[in-house]
């Protein structure tokens, strides 16, 4: 029960920060362009076109090592901040312990975060992000399911 609170203040905290990061610390970027032009700009619905964007430039040796680094730390960034996502909220809510559960779960908020950063045109909607997203939530899934198998000698 004592384990169960610290996760779930730990939680708390993780999605406050979270919330911070993608929300409420771009406030000082708001984009004042029309909101017509805003879509048109920041949008992607096409699934992986800047992944593959990100790649062409990775591989491009013409390009300026602080293209690259930004290319890096974004895809790196949509993966590895989402890890825990993974592995609290099948702590916390014991639904969430069902992977089909949890994917319907992390594919809804995530999908919900770009539907609000472009609403709020705060940062941009992208399909890529939603898939990089959820692809750390289920290494954090799975990392967490193995570990919990080892603990119970499985």
């Not at 992986?48 to 491009?60: P, V």
């Not at 996502?85 to 702590?91: A, I, N, Q, R, T």
């Not at 705060?122 to 990392?143: K, P, R």
């Amino acid at each position: 029960m004592r384990r169960r609170k610290i996760t779930a203040a730990l939680f708390a905290v993780y999605t406050a920060a979270m919330l911070y990061l993608l929300f409420f610390g771009r406030l000082v970027r708001y984009d004042p362009l029309p909101y017509g032009e805003h879509i048109e700009r920041y949008t992607n619905f096409i699934p992986l076109q800047t992944l593959e964007r990100f790649m062409r430039l990775l591989t491009n040796r013409a390009v300026s090592p602080a293209l690259v680094r930004s290319a890096l730390i974004n895809l790196a960034g949509n993966v590895i901040l989402f890890i825990p996502v993974g592995l609290f909220l099948p702590s916390v809510f014991e639904r969430q312990k069902n992977v089909f559960v949890f994917m319907f779960t992390a594919l809804l908020c995530f999908a919900a975060v770009e539907g609000l950063q472009l609403a709020l045109r705060l940062g941009s909607c992208d399909v890529d992000d939603v898939i990089l997203n959820f692809a750390g939530a289920l290494i954090g899934f799975i990392a967490a399911r193995v570990i919990i198998m080892k603990k119970e000698g499985k």
